[in-house]
Structure formats: structure tokens, C-alpha cells
């Protein structure tokens, strides 16, 4: 994509922004939840020194396959990811994004994700959910008592951690430190928002023309709410 | 995404359908420019026997990471997707999809790739590029004497193959087998396109409904020329 755009004057300095990402995988997690927003930063890190980390249980690659289809036979289309560091020896970041996925109703395939989002939560400055990557984090407890928001298609997972005050209409929620996102899709819109408040309006502007990516800016855009019957 | 919702009845039937996928990936690739397309076609694979082959010059995992920043220090923020198959061990396949990104610029990365599209092409029933993924196949000539677009902000990189017709007003263009995109995220609205096509009309609107993902389903949609001055 170079040569690059030179950056507006309102984008913020690099020593004022938050430069450690981490990203954390569990089989089958959905593709677009994680790849939406990573390369949204993958461009904005051409600007600023971003670093990231793949964080997983064990540093085998990991696959968006989910455990099975609905018939019960299992499907083999799928892309596989490298983990670069496990939970257990994940560097400090900053930021952490959470992608959702079938594989997260699977309980046995998240349980060392939800203690890693318990533990490493104290020390984050901002996390970040895709889809029903917040009923994941949720279940660490981090959201309890906070307005939040997942995928619509399949909301009625978000029930198993009611002491989340879910907020069914919603492209993205902020509440304190923490941003979440309706559906697969959204978690564009939500880095996007994200990079807009943290680096700057015309930053986020500038790499969405690059990507050729029409924002949705409205936290409040949400036709699939009302799509899915919310 | 379960429990999925049902296919609508005009769905085509799985015998009148392309299934077999490969996807072509270098150095450098374009996270997004893969992931978009292929999220939607994981979900499609839930409804269609649909099978991925993921294509590489060697089995090693492929990085995102371009080879050099702008200001020549190298970045470290990238993913590595693993290939499933090299150019040379391939299956046949149906239709190929194929990034762009910064990679493609530095002729010894695509050089194996060029050769693969070259020789497989004959044999596809359909190629789809999305970005800079057809400066890379118009190289292996598939594209000379047709239309085809490219991502709009480094739109001069086609002056490489001036055999081509290069449309540089379009979200997408199809001449004959081949549906080439736009940049990055145009390559999300392609699949559908091509999905509505192939599958159904209900079918493209029905995943992207559980993608969240508001489609462009006009070809001709593309602020993007304007705005890099087309």
C-alpha cells in the first residue's frame, strides 16, 4: 500500500498512543473477527511502531474451523493462524482483541482464555471484543455491570453471563476501558472508532480511504438488531 | 454462527455449485484482501460442501508483513496464515482467489506465483482477485485484451501490464471468468457478488446479514476513484 499517505497534522504523537496489541486465538475463532481489525492496524502500523502479539493456548497454529457443522458432520474449509507467544508467556501490551466464534461455546476451548483475560485484564489499558468475543471475556467477569454488546445473529448467548448489562441495539458499546462490537463485520467499525478517539479522526479516515472502507461511524447504526428480532 | 438460519429455497442446488477453492498467498499479502472473501466463503462452507486449499510457494507460514517500511526499517506487526498445499503439489480447484498487497511489488516474491496462475488458469472456472491481486495474475498474462480493476490508491501499479483494459472507476468488474476488485475491502463485495451469482441472490444477502456486513451491491459504486484522483 505505499507509497504511503503522509499522516494529517492532527494525528497524535506516537509516545501519547497505545503501541502493544495482543490477540488472542482459540479454535474456531471467525476469520473476519480477528482480520478486520488487525489490518486496520496492520496499516496504521506503517505510521506509528505498533507492536502485536498472536496469543493462544500453545504456539500450534490455530484454526477458524469450528468443531462441527450443524448436520454433526464436521466441515474442513478453514485458515489457520501462528500463534507468537502462549498465555502463559504473553509479553505486557497495552490493548487486547478479542475476536469471537463458534469455537468459543465449546467451554473446554476457552477456559484457558477466560483465566488469561482475567489475569491479564489489571494491567491492560484498553480491551477490545469482536462479535461474541464479549460473551468469552465476559465470562472472566470483567464486564460485570457494564454496558455491552455482541453478535445479533446469536444474542441470546450473551445469557450466560447476565450480570452484563447487554445493550441489544448497538454497533459498539464503550463502557470505561472497554469497546465491544456487535457482529463479525462490526469489529471494523469498532477499531476504526477506536483509532479515531486514540490517534486521531483523520488518522482513522485516512487508512479506512486507504483500505477503501466505508465506516459506519454511528455507534448507534444497527440494522441487524432489529434483523434478528432484538 | 449456529444454529445456523435455514437456506432460502432459491438456493442453488450443491451439484450446480463451484466447491472446490483455493486461495493464493506471499509474502507480504494483504490480511484483508484474503480473510474478507474467505470469512464469507467459511460460512457459505456450513450450507455447501465447499473445500480450501490454501496455495504457497512452500508449506512454511506466510506473514502479512511487507518488506519494508516506507522509511526502510522493517516492520514486526503481521500474522502468518499456514499453507495447506505448494503451487506444485496443488489439487485441482474451482475457483482461485488471489490478494494483493505490498508484497507483489518485489518481482522474486510473485515470480512462483505468476508461473502457478499461468499454468492452473486454463484449468479454473473462475479466478477472483481482489487490490493488487490482479496486477499479480495480469502479469501471467490471463488478463491482457479484458477489463479489470485494482485498488484505487496505488491504481499507477497497473501501468505494468498495459496489455490490459484497466477500469478505474469500479467496485468490481467481470470479464468473463475472471471478477477482479477494487481495493482491500471491495474484496468483501466481490464474494458477494460472486456468491449471488453462483448461489443465489438469498444466499449473499443471508450471510452477509449474519456477517453484519452491510453490502455494496452496485459494481459501478467507487468513491475511491475520486477521492485518489482517478
Given at each position: 500500500m505505499s507509497p504511503l499517505m503522509s499522516l494529517p497534522h492532527s494525528a497524535k504523537p506516537a509516545d501519547s498512543v497505545p503501541l502493544r496489541y495482543g490477540a488472542l486465538v482459540h479454535p474456531g475463532f471467525q476469520a473476519l473477527d480477528l482480520f478486520g481489525p488487525l489490518d486496520a492496524l496492520n496499516m496504521l502500523a506503517l505510521y506509528y511502531p505498533l507492536e502485536l502479539v498472536i496469543l493462544a493456548e500453545t504456539l500450534e497454529p490455530v484454526s477458524t474451523?469450528?468443531?462441527?457443522k450443524p448436520d454433526g458432520n464436521p466441515t474442513t474449509f478453514g485458515q489457520s493462524i501462528v500463534p507468537t507467544h502462549t498465555f502463559v508467556n504473553a509479553p505486557p501490551i497495552d490493548v487486547l482483541i478479542v475476536p469471537g466464534g463458534v469455537g468459543n461455546r465449546i467451554p473446554e476451548n476457552i477456559a484457558a482464555a477466560i483465566s488469561f483475560v482475567a489475569k491479564v485484564y489489571p494491567t491492560l489499558k484498553y480491551l477490545i471484543t469482536v462479535c461474541t468475543g464479549s460473551v468469552l471475556v465476559s465470562q472472566a467477569g470483567v464486564l460485570d455491570g457494564r454496558r455491552a454488546t455482541s453478535n445479533k445473529y446469536v444474542f441470546s448467548e450473551t445469557q450466560i453471563r447476565p450480570q452484563v448489562n447487554w445493550v441489544p441495539h448497538a454497533r459498539w458499546v464503550v463502557d470505561g476501558n472497554i469497546w465491544t462490537s456487535s457482529g463479525v463485520s462490526a469489529g471494523i467499525d469498532v477499531i476504526f472508532a477506536f483509532m479515531a478517539e486514540k490517534y486521531g479522526e483523520e488518522v482513522a479516515d485516512t487508512i479506512s480511504d486507504v483500505l477503501e472502507y466505508e465506516r459506519?461511524?454511528?455507534?448507534?447504526?444497527?440494522?441487524y438488531a432489529e434483523k434478528f428480532g432484538l
Amino acid at each position: 500500500m505505499s507509497p504511503l499517505m503522509s499522516l494529517p497534522h492532527s494525528a497524535k504523537p506516537a509516545d501519547s498512543v497505545p503501541l502493544r496489541y495482543g490477540a488472542l486465538v482459540h479454535p474456531g475463532f471467525q476469520a473476519l473477527d480477528l482480520f478486520g481489525p488487525l489490518d486496520a492496524l496492520n496499516m496504521l502500523a506503517l505510521y506509528y511502531p505498533l507492536e502485536l502479539v498472536i496469543l493462544a493456548e500453545t504456539l500450534e497454529p490455530v484454526s477458524t474451523i469450528p468443531p462441527s457443522k450443524p448436520d454433526g458432520n464436521p466441515t474442513t474449509f478453514g485458515q489457520s493462524i501462528v500463534p507468537t507467544h502462549t498465555f502463559v508467556n504473553a509479553p505486557p501490551i497495552d490493548v487486547l482483541i478479542v475476536p469471537g466464534g463458534v469455537g468459543n461455546r465449546i467451554p473446554e476451548n476457552i477456559a484457558a482464555a477466560i483465566s488469561f483475560v482475567a489475569k491479564v485484564y489489571p494491567t491492560l489499558k484498553y480491551l477490545i471484543t469482536v462479535c461474541t468475543g464479549s460473551v468469552l471475556v465476559s465470562q472472566a467477569g470483567v464486564l460485570d455491570g457494564r454496558r455491552a454488546t455482541s453478535n445479533k445473529y446469536v444474542f441470546s448467548e450473551t445469557q450466560i453471563r447476565p450480570q452484563v448489562n447487554w445493550v441489544p441495539h448497538a454497533r459498539w458499546v464503550v463502557d470505561g476501558n472497554i469497546w465491544t462490537s456487535s457482529g463479525v463485520s462490526a469489529g471494523i467499525d469498532v477499531i476504526f472508532a477506536f483509532m479515531a478517539e486514540k490517534y486521531g479522526e483523520e488518522v482513522a479516515d485516512t487508512i479506512s480511504d486507504v483500505l477503501e472502507y466505508e465506516r459506519h461511524k454511528d455507534a448507534d447504526w444497527d440494522p441487524y438488531a432489529e434483523k434478528f428480532g432484538l
